[in-house]
């Protein structure tokens, strides 16, 4: 099998910071698909999703959205075609969650770790403290509370702030789906959220099988809007198409999964491989970043 990589640096209305955006996922393709050649699957997703955690233009790790209490919590998954799966949930302190990840998919008989205890565990396993909050998503923070203040009661920002129909959200996930020369596949996303996120608030991204999902039917990692991505458990759907679908590429399950999106008035956008290493992707924002090579 011809190793082939795909990565994404989220799905979004075109901003100014477009080119440093796509600067930073072209690299970080380009640096995984090196290691994608030595190694495997799962080293090249990590790699490239490790690259995109260390951008300041990116939503995930270094550069993640600060929730309104002004805490970073993020969510990783990592998922390989054998199904052996590890995600963190709402991880603080760290500057890449993607590794925990991996670490709780490799050393622990779980799945999903969250909250302080999933930093504990990072600690514990050797990672270092990070604060990820960099000046530019400090200010945006800042710019928020001043909307904010406007609110009546904390309360009333948890129950009544419906900001999600609205629109004006700002998305910029990171995600990479990879096969190997052995023809196994991997995917992984990271994400800081959405940008006016409630404390504890998870969104699709690392729940296995909505914003991440990978089988030896295909891998899939998703962006947009969590909350919709959950309720259509998304990445599964992709890879259900693939597998239950006649002769289906990954092109084909990319545009089906979008179709899914746009049928509940949702933006998004995905990427994919299937198991004949063809690469799919598709959106319906203005622009996802993104970057392949094969
Ligand atoms: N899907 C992410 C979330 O809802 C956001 C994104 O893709 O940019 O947390």
Not at 134 to 161: A, G, N
Not at 220 to 240: D, F, P, Q, R, Y
Request: proline share 2%; hydrophobic share 40%.
């Amino acid at each position: 099998m011809k190793p082939k990589i795909i990565a994404h640096g989220g799905s979004r209305h075109l901003g100014q910071d477009e080119p440093m955006r796509q600067r930073a996922v072209t690299d970080a393709c380009k640096e995984a698909y090196e290691v994608l050649l030595e190694k495997s699957a799962v080293d090249a997703v990590e790699a490239a999703i490790k690259a995109m955690e260390s951008s300041e233009h990116l939503n995930a790790g270094v550069g993640s959205y600060l929730q309104i209490d002004g805490t970073v919590r993020m969510d990783a998954a990592i998922m390989k075609s054998d199904l052996s799966a590890g995600a963190v949930l709402s991880i603080e302190g760290v500057e890449h969650p993607i590794s925990i990840a991996r670490r709780v998919m490799e050393t622990t008989q779980h799945i999903i770790i969250s909250g302080r205890l999933a930093t504990e565990f990072a600690y514990c396993e050797g990672f270092p403290m990070y604060d990820p909050r960099t000046r530019p998503k400090v200010e945006i923070w800042l710019d928020m509370m001043d909307e904010l203040r406007t609110k009546t009661s904390y309360e009333q920002i948890f129950h009544v702030d419906r900001y999600l129909e609205t629109g004006k959200h700002q998305l910029g996930t990171v995600g990479c789906v990879a096969i190997d020369a052995s023809g196994a596949i991997a995917a992984g996303t990271s994400t800081g959220g959405l940008m006016k996120n409630v404390p504890g608030r998870v969104g699709d991204s690392a729940i296995i099988g909505a914003g991440t999902y990978c089988s030896e039917h295909g891998g899939v990692s998703c962006t947009g809007i969590g909350e919709k991505i959950l309720v259509l458990s998304l990445a599964k759907e992709v890879v259900n198409y693939l597998r239950y679908e006649q002769g289906v590429t990954a092109s084909e399950a990319a545009r089906h999964g979008v179709e899914e999106l746009k049928s509940i008035k949702a933006e998004g956008g995905l990427i994919c491989i299937d198991r004949g290493g063809n690469m799919g992707f598709a959106y319906n924002t203005e622009v996802m970043t993104m970057h392949y090579i094969e």
